[in-house]
C-alpha cells in the first residue's frame, strides 16, 4: 500500500455497545476495504492475570492486555503486512479459539476497552470514537451477556461489575472520554452515532 491506512479506535466501557457498533458499521463498508483489530484478542492469559484483594483475577486493568503484542500487530498491518492471531474465547474450557488472519487494508478499526489508555496507540488513531453509555443500561446488558454467551453465574458477573469493571471505568477508561473526535451515545440506540461516523470514514476511502 502506498499510503498509510486510516486508523479509527473504538473505546468505551464494558458493555456500552462498542462491538455492535463495530459489527453495523461494517455492514456500511466496502467489502475489503477494512482490517479489524480487536483488543480482546490480546488479553493475556488467565494465570497472568493481576488479582484481587479477594484471589479473583481481574481483566478490567490495563495491565490485562498485551498491549506490546498488540502495538506491535498494529505496526506491521500499517506497514502493509497482514497478522495472525488465536481468537480469545473468555476462558471457556468448551472452546478452541480459531486462527485469525487480518490483511492489510486501507481502513483499519481497532477496537476494546483501554485504547486511548497507551500512549503509542492513542496518538496512532486518526479518528478516536468513544462509545457511551448510562451505567445501569450497561450493567443490565453485561448481566445478560456474561450470562447467556460466556456461562458465568449471576453472583460472579455481579462481582466482577462492582469491583473490577466500575473501578476500571472511572480510572482508566472515562478521562480519555473528552479526548474522542466522536461521542457515540448509545443510551438507547446508536443510529444517529452510527451515520456521522460511516459517513466520516466512507468520505476518508474515498479520497484515499
Known amino acids: 500500500m502506498s499510503r498509510k491506512p486510516y486508523l479509527v479506535g473504538i ?14 458499521l461494517l455492514a456500511k463498508l466496502p467489502v475489503g476495504a477494512c482490517a479489524v483489530v480487536s483488543q480482546d484478542n490480546y ?40 497478522i495472525s492471531k488465536t481468537e480469545y ?11 485469525i488472519t487480518i490483511e492489510p487494508a486501507p481502513l483499519v478499526i481497532l477496537e476494546g476497552l483501554f ?26 446488558r453485561r448481566l445478560q451477556r456474561d450470562m447467556h454467551e460466556r456461562g ?6 455481579e462481582y466482577q461489575w462492582e469491583q473490577h469493571v466500575l473501578p476500571a471505568y472511572r480510572q482508566f477508561i472515562l478521562p480519555y472520554r473528552d479526548d474522542a473526535h466522536i461521542i457515540v451515545a ?5 443510529a444517529k452515532g452510527l451515520e456521522v461516523v460511516a459517513d466520516h470514514v466512507l468520505a476518508k476511502l474515498s479520497i484515499s
Open 11 to 24: 473505546m468505551g466501557g464494558s458493555a456500552s455497545g462498542k462491538t455492535s457498533l463495530l459489527r453495523d
Open 43 to 82: 488479553y493475556r492469559p488467565i494465570h497472568e492475570q493481576e488479582r484481587d484483594a479477594n484471589g479473583q483475577p481481574n481483566f478490567d486493568l490495563p495491565t490485562s492486555i498485551d498491549h506490546v503484542r498488540f502495538h506491535d500487530d498494529l505496526g506491521k498491518l500499517l506497514r502493509g503486512e497482514a
Open 89 to 99: 474465547t473468555y476462558n471457556r474450557r468448551d472452546r478452541q479459539g480459531r486462527l
Open 115 to 140: 485504547l486511548f489508555h497507551y500512549d503509542e496507540i492513542r496518538t496512532l488513531c486518526d479518528l478516536r470514537v468513544f462509545v457511551e453509555a448510562h451505567k445501569d443500561v450497561c450493567k443490565q
Open 152 to 157: 458465568y453465574p449471576a453472583d460472579h458477573v
Open 186 to 190: 448509545n443510551h438507547v440506540n446508536y
